[in-house]
């Protein structure tokens, strides 16, 4: 799946925002079920003195303290795992931004949790545009991100959130928005 999908016709512009179905989630879901799993059956190894394990004998291990914390840690591992899937699941920060110059209209859609909230949805008119803004911070917690910013709201978020985008591409998907909006182009 790729980060971004871009369908543009002459006077509409749809982007594709990925939210947490990135591959670096479904592989620490898949590396932390694994390891609670693990953990677990060792620590219930440990309690009835049936090995559980192919690859190691847990059975050796005595039961208080150490494979009663294996099997505290494995618990915890797959509550954590199954946060992580149910994330993965729910698609939780993916949607699109979708500029209609017909219908004179922006929307910004996410996905978030399950509740009253589910759907984030915020729309403005292209009127409102005051400009698109460009945060670059670099250092040990980079971020490059874009903005929309809207007369009487505060600066809209346009961009994935966790891992940070090549500054060439935040370049390149801020002009091409500015210049589709006609709108200026600010942090540059």
Partial sequence: MTAQTVTKSDRTLTQTVLGSRRFSNYFWATVVLVGGVGFLLAGISSYTQVNFLPFANPTELIFLPQGLVMGLYGSAAILLSTYLWLVILWDVGGGYNRFNLEDGNVTVFRWGFP??????????????????????????????????????????????????????????????????????????
Wanted: hydrophobic residues 40%; contains cysteine.
């Fill in 115 to 188: 509740g009253k909230n589910r759907r984030i949805e915020i729309t403005c008119d292209v009127d409102a545009i005051k400009s698109i803004r460009v945060d670059i911070r670099d250092g040990v917690n980079p971020k490059r991100a874009l903005y929309l910013r809207v007369k009487g709201m505060r600066d809209i978020p346009l961009t994935r959130v966790g891992q940070p985008l090549s500054l060439a591409e935040v370049e390149n998907r801020a002009a091409e928005l500015a210049r589709f909006l006609s709108v200026p182009l600010e942090g540059l």
